[in-house]
């Protein structure tokens, strides 16, 4: 199956971006077309960002070398050429055009130099900023530093909130859904949390993978999921990488990065309804508040309500996201972010293989009780971002977050089928839980030139002090009698006398230097050290005894990228990661951090003048310290296990005028090579396809004569994964999403800015599971069917 259906129209797909950039690399300049512009005195930057928009023509700067100036006002009819000219007048900077027609700024002194452009198509590109389309050419995740991704010799993927918003993702798993390396648990788990795996590692909370604008977010993966309606893009950073964040799984990073405030006006509203009784209301509000933009705020909100395919099981959520900049220079700036999220829905909790695998399970039955399960948390932050350059060379940033979160989820779980196929006993699951988690990051980016080196280097100090404390109950519960025709009513009974939670308290400090070699424009050499310091303590409430962890590590990273002239830059790189492993050996020796150690050979291709990104990499990523049954003692663990991912990604995003694409295949070998239970060696991982493929695009009618009409659709595919010690695996998935969006202001431009978007996941109702092991299957969701009527002014 997987070689007749999803690997033909990947290859075309990536055979159609491939060629397609020689005939538009062969274009002509834009012409010089006269726009008119009223733009008042306004920091530099700022300035060319808007005549960029204004004039749609590419403008590309060095971020260093517009900090701290400020343009005059530029106020009548010109050419997008004057228009920069007359913004670059008395900065010290002259206009410069470069063959393919895009603009740029360099020294006046400096005629016969160009310096290393920032290549963006309408705008200035930000790292933090809204992309137009799916193709980003920045980011800060890869480097912590505002690195273009054609010079970053490690695989990173960026997904932005066109694609979030086009692919309808109501998660960071359903973002993610269409970027290689990735695997998840099915929908019904990740609308509570998410939990990812990235190269066959879990990512699965702050402390091992997944931050906020850079910044480790939770203390627990059940704190609740992120509302991707937030975000202006999903960043992914695959493979070991501790050098720039500490304690980590070795699979790598997901940080999301937050809407944040823009001096351009931003209004929008969308009401939405869809399967399952979905009522939703969202907006998104941006604009200065102060003449010259000194002052930008933005408001970002949802409300739902709904039901679910599940019986009994609600999928409300409320999300508010205010932010404020304040950005008295182009040198200097500082946003204040903070969150609000409430989740109201019911636990899913997993089934065994052997009542799943044979559809004996209805997809449908919710196995708790509708007056006792429940799945509520409250999660808060609030943290700033501050920025300044103290010239062009030098740099400091600074970022804070305080995050804390609030739990309450009871549940019935599978306890097992009666021999007479219906009557189904359960367990009782009763938690209180409460995290917090304090995360700083200060840094100081240091450009030098010696000749033909130019140095770009960090140097930083981070923290993370973060508490999960969790207080867990079990009890008894009336079976349920007949799982295809159930009635409710049962009241569980909670043993309140003993607690089986625990308390974690931990402190992590970090050191990092990094350097960013560019030698003769040509060659880019990365090297990065790391000492990390990191303290944890934690109380098992059954026992009363504490265990404390002290440990450090030394982790490093290095690689070498050549860039060529035609686009193409193949690079090599090594990398490093650790994280801490609470518990003691037979001996009451505490157990070592595990290590993970990662080797990639990558190819990335920028088409000149184009508006493209192809990706390649094979990697070698290997974990050691793991835990493994101590053979004298079973109830002990010993650190002689190891796990080694070995595998192949490819990853293609465009813009062709007026088609939109992403495209996907991974292969990963992701195995337990060493254990003491003999049925795990050499198996592959739960949960993690060796075969992974996927296929978005969508495409404006308007020029094929149908006016205000997109459509788009995708494809994702997973082979069988694997679940060791269990005799069948479990079967892939080929899953088929599909929209329709109308801009009404074709139709008449007193309707500009309304438009009517239908999605649709899952279209053919294809049955699916996600098992993460033989006691712990989930059924995918079904066709899910959305109408959002959305308005932009």
């Known amino acids: ?136 050419q920045r980011a800060m995740s890869g480097m912590k530093t505002d690195t273009p991704l054609i010079e970053t010799p490690q695989s990173v993927s960026v997904v932005t909130s066109d694609q979030i918003r086009v692919v309808k993702a109501a998660s960071v798993a359903d973002a993610l859904g269409y970027t290689p390396g990735v695997a998840s648990q099915s929908p019904a788990f990740s609308r509570m949390v998410d939990d990812l795996m990235l190269r066959g590692f879990n990512v699965a909370a702050g402390n091992s993978g997944q931050l906020r604008d850079g910044l480790k977010l939770q203390s627990s993966v059940y704190d609740g999921g992120q509302e991707p309606y937030g975000l202006e893009r999903v960043e992914v950073l695959r493979g070991a990488s501790s050098v720039l964040y500490g304690q980590l799984s070795p699979g790598g990073v997901v940080n999301t990065v937050s809407k944040r405030p823009t001096a351009d006006s931003l209004r929008e509203l969308n009401l939405e309804t869809g399967s399952y009784n979905r009522r939703q209301v969202s907006g998104d509000f941006a604009g200065a508040l102060t003449e010259g933009g000194a002052w930008t705020y933005r408001l970002t909100g949802l409300a739902r309500n709904a039901d679910n395919w599940v019986d009994h099981v609600p999928d409300d959520r409320t999300y508010l996201a205010p932010a404020l900049t304040w950005q008295p220079s182009a040198a200097t700036s500082l946003t204040l972010l903070a969150t609000y999220q409430r989740i109201r829905t019911k636990f899913a909790a997993p089934m065994p293989a052997a009542n799943t695998l044979n559809g004996q399970i209805p997809r449908d039955l919710f196995i708790g009780e509708p007056d006792f399960d429940r799945y509520d948390t409250d999660t808060y932050t609030v943290g700033y971002a ?144 790391r000492q990390d310091w990191a303290d944890t303590d934690q109380k098992n409430y059954a026992s009363g005894v504490t265990t404390r962890l002290r440990d450090t590590a030394t982790t490093g990273r290095a690689g070498l990228l050549y860039l060529a002239d035609n686009g193409l830059a193949p690079y090599l790189s090594a990398s490093q990661s650790f994280a801490p ?106 949960l993690v396809p060796l075969h992974s493929a996927s296929v978005w695009a969508d495409y ?63 279209l053919f109702n294809r049955g699916y599971l996600a098992c993460a092991g033989s006691t712990g299957c989930r059924y995918g969701d079904p066709r899910t069917l959305y109408a959002t009527l959305s308005y932009r002014w």
């Open 1 to 136: 199956m997987f070689q007749r259906y999803p690997v033909a129209p990947l290859a075309a797909a990536l055979l159609i971006a491939l060629t397609a950039p020689a005939v538009h690399a062969q274009s002509p300049a834009p012409s010089a077309a006269a726009a008119r512009y009223d733009l008042p005195a306004a920091p530099l930057g700022d300035t060319l960002t808007r005549i960029a928009r204004q004039s749609g023509r590419a403008v590309s700067v060095d971020p260093a070398l517009v900090a701290g100036r400020r343009a005059p006002a530029v106020a009548g009819e010109f050419s997008a050429e004057e228009a920069v000219r007359r913004a670059l007048a008395g900065s010290g900077l002259e206009l410069a055009v470069t063959a393919n027609g895009t603009l740029s700024a360099r020294r006046a002194a400096e005629n016969a130099t160009m310096l290393d452009p920032v290549r963006v198509t309408g705008a200035v590109e930000s790292p933090t900023g809204h992309v137009d389309g799916y193709v980003a």
């Open 386 to 529: 501050f920025e300044h350059a103290f010239n062009e060379r030098v740099k400091l940033r600074q970022s804070a977050r305080y995050f804390t979160a609030d739990g309450n989820w009871d549940y019935l779980s599978f306890g097992a089928l009666q021999p007479n196929g219906r009557t189904l006993r359960r367990g009782v699951v009763s938690r209180s839980e409460h995290s917090y988690g304090v995360a700083t990051d200060t840094s100081l980016e240091l450009k030098l030139d010696g000749g033909p080196l130019q140095h770009t280097v960090l140097a930083g100090l981070d923290y993370y002090r973060s508490g999960y404390d969790s207080h867990r109950h079990s009890g008894t519960v009336a079976p349920l009698a007949d799982i295809y025709n159930p009635v409710y009513g049962a009241v569980p009974v909670i043993n309140k006398a003993a607690d089986y939670g625990i308390n974690t308290r931990s402190s992590a400090l970090g050191l990092y230097v990094q350097d960013q070699i560019k030698i003769r424009d040509k060659w880019v050499v990365v090297l990065g050290g």
């Open 581 to 686: 492993t609470v518990g003691v050996d037979r001996a009451g020796n505490a157990f070592k951090p595990t290590k993970g150690t990662q080797y990639e050979l990558g190819l990335r291709y920028e088409p000149p003048g184009g508006n493209m990104l192809f990706s390649a990499a094979v990697y070698d990523l290997t974990q050691t310290n793991a835990l493994t049954s101590d053979p004298a003692d079973a109830t002990y663990s010993v650190q002689t296990g190891k796990a080694r991912s070995r595998g192949l990604e490819l990853e293609a995003k465009a813009r062709l005028g007026a088609l939109n694409l992403t495209a996907s295949y991974a292969y990963t070998d992701a195995r337990t090579t060493r254990s003491n239970t003999p049925a795990l060696v050499d198996q592959r991982i739960a």
């Open 700 to 762: 404006n009618l308007t020029g094929a004569g149908v006016s205000g009409l997109t459509v788009g659709a995708g494809v994702r595919y997973a082979s069988s994964t694997n679940l060791p010690g269990y005799p069948a695996n479990v079967p892939g998935q080929f899953l088929v999403d599909a929209m329709a969006a109308y801009d009404f202001g074709a139709l008449d431009p007193s309707m500009s800015g309304l438009s009517l978007t239908l999605n649709a996941r899952n």
